[in-house]
């Protein structure tokens, strides 16, 4: 299975800061046909996950420009412009390039 | 809007069955591939199964960790996505989530619980 490993495990920022949040695989997530089969998730508290960013970098349908998704084969990266209130949760990221598609443990967002 | 709500959890005795229900709505349903996902307390989520669309012949995949004792399907005249599950023991304990397609939009979960 393809592993994805998530740092930090918790981040705490100042609304109106910026955070990063850092995913790696331990297989390249990149197919074929040049599509990067990674994804990244919110799940607010008590909540569903929502989808943030599809593919590696591409914003989800309702989703705030603050948020960007970027990276390589191997190693990712979301960022959070602007951080805030509303921003409060653990953020996932994932593969659906192969099954079993693979979740990171989460990485909880607070405010300082 | 799209709106998925899961029906059909609750108690189950270790070794028993239970089928899960999702209703979908504000999308056309019979043109996307379906998901269920679940998430133990405090872990991440773990995705179980999809179900292609009518064009891809319903085709399934499954999870390694639930191959054999899960099945998904559709009913697209009902707008529906079920999944049976079988051979239940205390690791199935968990929130189950359906999603379309492979997790654009999650369902508000529906909780199984697998205890004598």
């Known amino acids: 299975d393809i592993v994805m490993t998530q740092a930090p495990l918790s981040v705490s920022v100042t609304p109106g800061e910026s955070a990063s949040i850092s995913c790696r695989s331990s297989k390249s997530l990149l197919h074929s046909n040049g599509i990067t089969y990674v994804y990244w998730y919110l799940q607010k508290p008590g909540k569903s996950p929502q989808l943030l960013i599809y593919r590696m970098s591409n914003l989800a349908s309702g989703v705030p420009d603050r948020f960007s998704g970027s990276g390589s084969e191997t190693d990712f990266t979301l960022k959070i412009s602007r951080v805030e209130a509303e921003d409060v949760g653990i953020y996932y990221c994932?593969?659906?390039?192969?099954?079993?598609?693979?979740f990171g443990a989460g990485t909880k967002l607070e405010l300082k | 809007e799209v709106k998925l709500l899961e029906s059909g959890g609750g108690l189950v005795q270790p070794g028993g069955s239970l089928r899960l229900s999702c209703a979908a709505s504000g999308f056309t349903f019979a043109d996307f591939y379906m998901s269920w996902f679940r998430q133990s307390p405090g872990k991440a989520p773990e995705w179980l199964s999809f179900i292609r669309n009518k064009a891809n012949s319903y085709t399934t995949e499954y999870n390694p960790s639930v191959k054999g004792r899960f099945t998904i399907s559709r009913d697209d005249t009902q707008n529906v996505l079920y999944l049976q599950m079988n051979t239940l023991s205390t690791e199935d304990t968990a929130i189950y989530y359906c999603?379309?397609?492979?997790?654009?939009?999650w369902g508000q979960g529906v909780m199984v619980t697998v205890s004598s």
């Open positions: 999603a379309k397609q492979l997790g654009d939009y």
């Open positions: 994932g593969q659906l390039l192969e099954n079993p598609y693979t």
